[in-house]
């Protein structure tokens, strides 16, 4: 994932010399995450700069830049910094271009860690999918595989308009097979589109990021012979609910799963979606959420665990949905 992602930025950036990169050490360290790696060395200070810890500070600097027509990508050490910068992606960004009538265009990345890494508590382990997607005039994506992170980052960085790229911290070391087509410099994974992981006729699981995974490796439920739909949003602002309705509509079936709280959710926009479109008549039974913990992140381990959504709850739910 760290590769696929260091080499998006890599062939945007030689692709469209209006494309830089800025954030708190991504230039000498490499990043954070060391996604940034070599960037530095390839394209100097100009375009890979380091920034100090102000977040509304460099995240103002960056919209400033996209409205005087350059390409920033703003990279948040971890998305729980944004909320010291959420004026700027908020009110600057997303909808600048509305209030000008369509004369000020803001083509700016917003990228980092999203969601809970380990052990680093409550003020450092939130999703904010819900808190973005919930703005008109922001794209906001989260991608979950190797591919997504670059076609999506790529597709992100030469969007007209800010989206928000939701990484996830514990997923950066993951390694996945990546198509010939996925290595192409012209690949991209177009935004609004959700991916059909798994086919499936017994119920349908929707997610996004790393609890994708989950939902894959709930395996003792194909042992059982019930045979899971997984649907990989990849976007959430704009929402596919239509490959999602369609799925509802074979598999008569919803569990949507998040790493996020409960409350006012992606999980309950889907829920909501499905229940005002053609595909609540296919229900057979309520659709449920599994999500996180309606907590704030606890730091010890064992309180942690059980905050966070696991391949149990998957199974537990698919189980209750279905009346077994």
């Known amino acids: 994932v760290r590769d696929a992602l260091n080499s998006a930025l890599d062939e945007e950036m030689k692709r469209d010399e209006k494309v830089f990169l800025l954030g708190e050490e991504v230039a000498q360290y490499d990043g954070a995450y060391k996604v940034s790696r070599g960037l530095l060395d390839k394209y100097g200070d100009q375009r890979v700069i380091d920034t100090p810890i102000t977040e509304s500070g460099f995240a103002g600097l960056a919209v400033g830049a996209a409205m005087a027509g350059l390409k920033p990508i703003c990279e948040f050490m971890t998305f729980n910094f944004s909320m010291q910068a959420i004026d700027q992606v908020i009110n600057s960004a997303a909808k600048s271009f509305y209030m000008s009538g369509g004369l000020v265009k803001?083509?700016?990345?917003?990228?980092?860690?999203?969601g809970?890494?380990?052990g680093v508590a409550a003020q450092h382990s939130q999703c904010f999918a819900a808190w973005y997607?919930?703005?008109?005039?922001?794209?906001?994506?989260?991608?979950?595989?190797?591919?997504?992170?670059?076609?999506?980052?790529k597709a992100a960085i030469r969007d007209p308009n800010p989206v928000v790229v939701l990484e996830n911290e514990l997923m950066y070391g993951t390694a996945f097979p990546v198509s010939d087509e996925a290595m192409s410099e012209d690949f991209v994974v177009e935004i609004g589109k959700c991916k059909v992981e798994r086919s499936g006729k017994h119920v349908t699981l929707v997610s996004h990021s790393k609890p994708v995974g989950q939902c894959l490796e709930a395996e003792q439920l194909a042992t059982e012979g019930i045979d899971c739909e997984v649907i990989n949003l990849r976007s959430i602002r704009?929402?596919?609910i239509e490959t999602i309705?369609?799925?509802?509509?074979?598999?008569?079936h919803l569990?949507?799963?998040?790493?996020g709280w409960p409350m006012f959710g992606v999980g309950s926009e889907i829920?909501?979606?499905?229940?005002?479109?053609?595909?609540?008549?296919y229900l057979d039974a309520p659709a449920i959420r599994v999500t996180g913990a309606d907590i704030p992140m606890p730091y010890a381990q064992v309180l942690e665990d059980g905050?966070?959504?696991g391949v149990q709850d998957i199974i537990l739910s698919v189980k209750k949905t279905l009346h077994i």
């Open 106 to 114: 803001v083509p700016i990345v917003f990228r980092g860690p999203n």
């Open 116 to 118: 809970a890494a380990a």
């Open 133 to 153: 997607g919930h703005c008109p005039g922001l794209k906001v994506v989260s991608p979950f595989s190797s591919e997504d992170c670059r076609g999506l980052l």
């Open 238 to 240: 704009p929402l596919d």
């Open 245 to 252: 309705e369609k799925s509802v509509m074979k598999t008569n």
């Open 255 to 259: 569990v949507s799963v998040e790493g």
């Open 271 to 281: 829920c909501a979606q499905i229940m005002e479109g053609p595909a609540f008549d």
């Open 307 to 309: 905050a966070l959504p």
